[in-house]
């Protein structure tokens, strides 16, 4: 692991109209009216590719590149074996970044110990980090796993009601965590299941009644429901990709645990709200290797997700919580999103 203030060339992208991003196409003088979103593209540092988690920490943006490396760590097709951090300030001018052995799959601010909680490895062989920004050469932090007895690796760290938890990417059966709870000790980071595959829960489906028995299958990104959003407020939010569901886990962690199950329209990745006092949104899109920004009429408590369809590019859609139904965000259809984030502009 390294830290090296970013003097690679770089190039900012101008303000652009969302319905133009990343392609100039005459349209005629009847068309339909411009996008009332903003975008403003940033492209990457240097030789990193593939942009994926993204999270803030203060005044800075950071943001999780791939680099081509394999779920299980293994080498890409030109040899890296190393994902990479790269920071920004809130108008886009890159700063300092960091080097972590793997594939960088979860990244989170931790604002109570101001640092970066970093997964690596979706599939297998993975590894916990903590980065901290203003720790010079000793910023990176590396943790050995107990307990992680799930059969696969893990994916996104989220800190919910002061508590590190850590969902259970890839498992060998329906049986094992989904979710676990870490406790970091030296080196270690020690394992305790949240709740299970095959949990139960309350069908939230609008129109929907009754329990099911959970079959989890994969365990994916999460998230905390922000208290703006209109239903599951301060819940923590499990996405479990292909199964097509989003988990919401009230008092999660606690005796009194709860759960229930959204079934969705569509598979997906990130889901981000938008609040009162955070209206901008932060998107990563591997496929044009770009960083965004944008701005426009989103709502205090507004849900939007990357959809990830099996045969067809990713891309950004409204989530309805009552239905599970999602629906693409018109005139950002030229994005392919991955990683999202809601912030302040300052």
């Known amino acids: 692991m390294d830290i090296r203030p970013s003097r690679k060339p770089f190039m900012f992208g ?22 009332p979103y903003t ?6 540092v240097g030789s990193e590719s593939k942009p994926d988690d993204i999270t803030r920490l203060g005044n800075n943006i950071y943001v999780a590149f791939q680099n081509g490396v394999g779920p299980m760590g293994e080498p890409s097709t030109s040899g890296a074996t190393a994902s990479t951090i790269q920071q920004y300030s809130l108008d886009g001018t890159p700063g300092a970044s960091w080097t972590i052995t793997g594939k960088i799959d979860g990244l989170h601010a931790d604002e109570a110990g101001q640092r ?17 920004p203003s720790g010079g050469a000793g910023a990176v932090k590396d943790f050995a796993y107990t307990g992680l007895t799930h059969g696969g690796g893990t994916d996104t760290a989220t800190i919910y009601q002061g508590k590190i938890f850590i969902t259970a990417s890839n498992p060998s059966d329906t049986t094992g965590p989904a979710v676990y ?4 000790s030296g080196s270690t980071a020690a394992l305790a299941p949240v709740f299970t595959d095959n949990a139960t829960a309350t069908v939230a489906n609008a129109g929907s009644t009754g329990t099911t028995a959970l ?8 998230t905390v429901v922000p208290a703006d959003s209109p239903r599951f407020k301060n819940q923590f939010a499990l996405a479990s ?8 886990a009230d008092r999660a962690g606690t005796p009194q645990q709860s759960l229930q199950v959204l079934n969705l329209s569509q598979q997906v990745d990130d889901t981000a709200f938008a609040t009162t006092s955070r209206q901008t949104l932060w998107i990563t899109d591997p496929d044009h290797n770009t960083v965004l920004s944008v701005t426009g009429p989103f ?3 507004q849900a939007l997700s990357t959809v990830t369809p099996d045969a067809a590019p990713d891309y950004l859609a409204a989530l309805d919580l009552s239905t599970g139904s999602l629906t693409p965000v018109p005139g950002l259809s030229s994005i392919h999103p991955k990683g999202l984030l809601f912030t302040s502009a300052h």
């Not at 709870?181 to 970091?184: D, E, G, I, K, Y």
């Open 39 to 44: 975008v403003k593209s940033f492209a990457a």
């Open 215 to 222: 079959a989890l299958t994969d365990p994916d990104s999460a």
């Open 241 to 248: 990709q292909g199964d097509q569901q989003l988990i919401f």
């Open 14 to 35: 101008a303000v652009l109209s969302a319905a133009v991003l990343l392609s100039c196409t005459a349209v005629p003088a009847n068309a339909a009216p411009a996008s």
């Open 299 to 301: 709502g205090a408590g």
């Open 116 to 132: 970066l909680l970093v997964t690596t490895n979706e599939d297998g062989n993975s590894a916990f980090h903590t980065v901290t």
């Open 181 to 184: 709870q870490a406790t970091l």
